[in-house]
């Protein structure tokens, strides 16, 4: 069965390790990543945006998620990324999520905490993981869309506050990294995640995963980033993948051939991430 990514993630930061959590859009993408996942023998988060959940249905991705618990051996956790919507946070955790961000960064600092609390609560009834944001991350993740100029740093004393107060199981505080590939290489500010993590206990969580170089994760990895999200890569190899299936054949109409290249792509780029992360062997 699913299991709660708390101690998964209590572990990596203990251990020194990051375990990948990568949001899946279709029954193939969460194949594909669970396979990844039990090849390599690294635990696995699931994850899935608010869009997706709307795409899907909550009740439809965690019968599914559970089924892919059910036939591997390495531990995997459902989560539900980025969420400030309190009413879908509940339908999720009915369904059997066993994680969820609450996503009140852009809310004033108390107004963050309050609404954090509220999810905890609620949450930890269930024994369900809670993730919450501090400073603002770049980018664009679907409907949420900050731009670089709008982009804050966290605070180190508020997020050792923000810990403090709230309860929360996991912290994603904003160093740098943003949503989507980089122009570049990413700035991360490394002393600041520093400062940061000799403050906050709790495992950290590095947002914007896709097109970070793999010294600049490692190096975050070491400063204690336990989670790392990775969305939009999976969504340029699905995609990419299907694409070329199209250019071969434009003629092509059987889901399966698309659908199979399309996951090996997916595939590919989740066991990249969790060698990165060091996660791979640490089922
Ligand atoms: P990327 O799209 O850069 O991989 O970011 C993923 C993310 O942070 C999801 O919350
Ligand atoms: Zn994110
Ligand atoms: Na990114």
Redesign the pocket.
Known sequence: SLVSSTEMLRKARKEGYCVGAFNVHTLEMLQAVVEAAEEAQAPLILQTTVGTVGHLGPEYIAAIARVAAGSVRVPIALHL??CHDYALIERCIAAGYTSVMIDASMRPFEENVEQTKRVVELAHRAGVNVEAELGK?GGV?EELAVDEADAVLADPAECERFAALTGVDTLAPAIGTA?GMYKGKPKIAFSRLEEIASRVGVPLVL??GSGIPEEQVKRAVSLGMAKM?VATELRIAFSGAIRQVFGENPDENDPRTYMKRAKQAVKAIAHAKMAMCGCAGKA
């Open positions: 990324d980025h991350v993740e949503h947002h914007g999200n």
